[in-house]
T-cell receptor
């Protein structure tokens, strides 16, 4: 069973640029969530995709957008990068059922905005 | 407003002893709680979870206790091992609708030989 994978591992961008981060969900999972983890903080929820539809969104501006594909992989796009966007971006996949929704995380993408 | 709080930034324990990590929450709608362990340069790894209908869940050396009236949960690790040294995050969710995880800031556990 393959776990959650993310690419790239590290990325350096300059302010104003755009970035796309990618995530492959764990086999059998139908839900992908994205989180931003700033230094010294816990992960903060960006949005969730379930069956290719955005299923919920945290307190992030519209320049953070995403996609989920038919194979349940996902992309996070960030436009007009700001210095504060520097963080670890985590993708988590899960199988949404009535009784449980444990999310399994990938290794993350470290984004640095200069 | 932080809905999930881990008030101890760090904890040091000797190998073989018990580690107790604490977590408080304010949102009474939370009905599912999880603990994750995170090593540097890795994503969080799921450890153990508990539903609000239970007050205890055990998995090997890890036990999670939930006190709903106090809105408090704790993770017990017995016996602690040096490989347990990591940052531990408490997370909570509401299972209905979309279930986002709300995380605490984490507690760094150091287990010394």
């Amino acid at each position: 069973e393959t776990g959650v994978t993310q690419s790239p591992t590290h990325l350096i961008k300059t302010r104003g640029q755009q970035v796309t981060l990618r995530c492959s969900s764990q086999s059998g999972h139908n839900t992908v969530s994205w989180y931003q983890q700033a230094l010294g903080q816990g992960p903060q929820f960006i949005f969730q995709y379930y069956r290719e539809e955005e299923n919920g969104r945290g307190n992030f501006p519209p320049r953070f957008s995403g996609l989920q594909f038919p194979n349940y992989s996902s992309e996070l796009n960030v436009n007009a990068l700001e210095l504060d966007d520097s963080a670890l971006y985590l993708c988590a996949s899960s199988l949404k059922t009535f009784s449980t929704d444990t999310q399994y995380f990938g290794p993350g993408t470290r984004l640095t905005v200069l | 407003d932080q809905q999930v709080k881990q008030n101890s930034p760090s904890l040091s324990v000797q190998e073989g002893r018990i580690s107790i990590l604490n977590c408080d929450y304010t949102n009474s709608m939370f009905d599912y709680f999880l603990w994750y362990k995170k090593y540097p340069a890795e994503g969080p790894t799921f450890l153990i979870s508990i539903s609000s209908i239970k007050d205890k869940n055990e998995d090997g050396r890890f036990t999670v206790f939930l006190n709903k009236s106090a809105k408090h949960l704790s993770l017990h690790i017995v016996p602690s091992q040096p490989g347990d040294s990591a940052v531990y995050f408490c997370a909570a969710s509401v299972k209905t609708g979309y279930s986002t995880l709300t995380f605490g800031k984490g507690t760094m556990l150091l287990v010394s030989p």
